[in-house]
């Protein structure tokens, strides 16, 4: 399964919302999740089962989706939340998007 | 605290091997599925190998035949063997646990991640 994701980048101004979009090529259900990269780290579960969050993640991540399209929005981004976020599927064995780089506008 | 320690990257000729080693701290592997995930330079997250919490071993086919996974649960630890090593095996390899949210797999704790460099 491809899992495609868009915007590959998004400029946000802190404060404001950010929404980025995850497509899989066939149905996964809800069999997907969302993480977080920062330079020189290892990802972070902000997500799963296409709408959970995980343990400690702050209640300005939400997401939604299922079937093949699906979104997360982070609101009143904080300057921490600039990264890379990656999209998983696990409908069958772990495919990832290509990532989308949210930067500070 | 949760914790996933790794060690065994490095340098090697294409054709050559590594191993690599994760230590799990503050939970047994014996109750937890367990991982290998890459991120080539510059790229996306790429999937590699997976090991079940009581058996079975699962591979991508980019390194099936290649690649071995296995545990010692008395050392608690995940180990990755890496023969045939190619150019396009470059990349940082982590450790990942699969999260207890049934039977998909979700990744929930990532070690630190060890650069593996294949390159003449």
């Known amino acids: 399964i491809v899992v495609t994701q868009s915007p590959a980048t998004l400029s946000v101004s802190p404060g404001d919302t950010a929404t980025l979009s995850c497509r899989a090529s066939q149905s996964v259900s809800n069999n997907l999740a969302w993480y977080q990269q920062k330079p020189g780290q290892a990802p972070r579960l902000l997500v799963y089962?296409?709408?959970i969050r995980a343990t400690g993640v702050p209640a300005r991540f939400s997401a939604s989706g299922s079937g093949t399209e699906f979104s997360l929005t982070i609101s009143s981004l904080q300057s921490e939340d600039f990264a890379v976020y990656y999209c998983?599927?696990?409908?069958?064995?772990?495919?990832f998007g290509q990532g989308t780089h949210l930067e500070i506008k | 605290e949760v914790q996933l320690l790794q060690s065994g990257g490095g340098l090697v000729q294409p054709g050559g091997s590594l191993r690599l080693s994760c230590v799990a701290s503050e939970f047994n592997l014996n109750n937890y599925a367990m991982h290998w995930v890459r991120q080539a330079p510059g790229k996306g997250l790429e999937w590699v190998s997976g090991i079940g919490s009581v058996s079975g071993t699962f591979y991508a086919d980019s390194v099936r035949g290649r690649f071995t996974i296995s545990r010692d649960l008395s050392k608690n630890t995940l180990y990755l063997q890496m023969n045939s090593l190619r150019v396009e095996d470059t990349a940082v390899y982590y450790c990942?646990?699969?999260?207890?949210?049934?039977?998909?797999?979700?990744?929930?704790?990532w070690g630190q991640g060890t650069q593996v460099t294949a390159s003449s």
């Open positions: 990942a646990r699969k999260g207890l949210y049934g039977p998909r797999v979700y990744f929930d704790h």
């Open positions: 089962a296409a709408s």
């Open positions: 998983q599927q696990c409908e069958t064995w772990p495919t």
